[in-house]
C-alpha cells in the first residue's frame, strides 16, 4: 500500500472518530464470508458503520485524534474491526444478539460518551446504556408522576365535595 493510500486512510479515521460520540472495537475474524455478510447486514439496517481496519492504521488516527485514546492501544492486536454509531448502547446490542448464534464478535473496547470500556466482560453493561431519548423520558415520566398525584387527588376530591355540600344542604 502506498504512503498516500495509508495517509487517506488515517485521515478518514480520525475524521469520522473525531465526529463520533460512540464507537467500538471488536474482533470479527475467523468469521466466514456468509456470516460477515449477515453482521454487515444487520450493522447496515441498524444505522452500525463497520470498518474493518489495520490495527496499525487505526493506532495512528487514534494517535492523531482530539482525545487521549492511550488506553485503547493495548486492545489493538489480531484482527481488528471498527463500529461507529449514533447510539451508546446499539452495537453492544448488536454484538450480544449476534452472538446468539455466532462465537464473534468479541467487543475488545468501546469509547461510549468520553468513557472508555475495555474487555469483552463490560457487553452487559454497555448494552445496558439507556439513549438520550429514554433518558428523557424518563425524566419526563418522573416529573408527571407528583402533578399526576395531585390531579387524580383533586379529581377523587372533587366529589367527596359534593357529597358534603349535598349532605349539608339536605340537614337544613
Request: proline share 2%; aromatic share 6%; with cysteine.
Amino acid at each position: 500500500m502506498k504512503r498516500e493510500d495509508k495517509d487517506k486512510i488515517i485521515n478518514g479515521l480520525t475524521e469520522s472518530i473525531n465526529n463520533s460520540k460512540h464507537f467500538y472495537l471488536a474482533d470479527i475474524s475467523n468469521l466466514n464470508a456468509e456470516v460477515t455478510s449477515q453482521l454487515r447486514r444487520k450493522c447496515f439496517e441498524r444505522d452500525i458503520r463497520l470498518v474493518v481496519v489495520k490495527n496499525t492504521l487505526l493506532r495512528k488516527a487514534l494517535e492523531k485524534c482530539s482525545e487521549n485514546f492511550e488506553e485503547l492501544y493495548d486492545t489493538l492486536k489480531n484482527s481488528t474491526s471498527i463500529m461507529f454509531s449514533e447510539s451508546s448502547s446499539l452495537p453492544a446490542k448488536l454484538i450480544k444478539e449476534f452472538r446468539r448464534t455466532n462465537d464473534k464478535p468479541v467487543l475488545k473496547a468501546a469509547y461510549v460518551e468520553e468513557s472508555i470500556y475495555i474487555g469483552d466482560n463490560q457487553l452487559d453493561a454497555l448494552a445496558s446504556i439507556k439513549t438520550k431519548e429514554e433518558l428523557i423520558g424518563d425524566v419526563i415520566a418522573l416529573l408527571q408522576s407528583p402533578a399526576r398525584n395531585v390531579l387524580s387527588a383533586l379529581q377523587s376530591g372533587k366529589t367527596k365535595l359534593a357529597g358534603i355540600v349535598k349532605t349539608l344542604s339536605e340537614k337544613e
